[in-house]
């Protein structure tokens, strides 16, 4: 069974302008979970989707937004970029809702100039 | 919201040797609790994990051990080998947001 997948893996972009990542989950794995992993802060949740619908947000500007789709892959957007927003940035999926083993991808490596 | 702290952040053993990592946690309410092992490069990858219904947990050469009273946890690696070199992450959750302590940085010297 195919792994988590994300793409892009490596992105430049400048400050002001915006961005959007991909995420697929394991075939079968309904939720999808964003992190950002800085140095400097460590591994920070994003947000959580299930079929769809947002579950939960982490204490993200609202620069950061994402959605799902109805085959369970999913993408964040973040718009405005500043210099902070330079992370790797991971996406983990699981089968269903509280407790699940998460799955996480390789990341898509963000950088802002 | 959940505080976990991890120690030590860097960790150098002789192949062959153990290797212990421990966490504390701050919310009671946590009842999952993973471990992660990320490698240069790559994404973190779940070496093991526990519940809060279990204290003690083995999978071949890791095992984790977990006091609820105390609110900690601990990974113990055996025998530990060059491939083990790595950075690990403790976790703890009560819903699907896992709040992940700072790492730590195994070194395992040949």
């Known amino acids: 069974k195919a792994g988590v997948t994300q793409t892009p893996r490596y992105l430049i972009k400048t400050r002001g302008q915006q961005v959007t990542l991909s995420c697929s989950p394991i075939s079968g794995h309904r939720s999808v979970s964003w992190y950002q992993q800085t140095p400097g802060q460590g591994l920070q949740f994003l947000f959580e989707y299930f079929s769809e619908t947002q579950r939960n947000k982490g204490n993200f500007p609202g620069r950061f937004s994402g959605r799902q789709f109805s085959n369970s892959r999913s993408e964040m957007n973040v718009s405005t970029l500043e210099l902070g927003d330079s992370a790797l940035y991971l996406c983990?999926?699981?089968?269903?809702?509280?407790?699940?083993?998460?799955?996480f991808g390789p990341g898509t490596r963000l950088l802002v100039l | 919201g959940e505080n976990v702290e991890q120690h030590p952040s860097t960790l150098s053993v002789q192949e062959g040797d153990s290797a212990v990592i421990k966490c504390t946690y701050s919310?009671?309410?946590?009842?999952?609790f993973p471990w992660y092992k990320q490698e240069l490069g790559k994404g973190p990858q779940l070496i093991i994990d526990i519940r809060s219904n279990v204290g003690e947990k083995k999978d071949q050469r890791i095992a984790v051990t977990l006091n609820k009273t105390a609110k900690h946890f601990s990974l113990h690696i055996t025998e530990t080998q060059p491939e083990d070199s790595a950075v690990y992450f403790c976790?703890?959750?009560?819903?699907?947001?896992?709040?992940f302590g700072a790492g730590t940085t195994v070194t395992v010297r040949a």
């Open positions: 976790a703890a959750s009560k819903t699907t947001e896992l709040s």
């Open positions: 919310d009671s309410a946590s009842n999952y």
């Open positions: 983990a999926s699981s089968l269903l809702l509280m407790g699940e083993t998460q799955y």
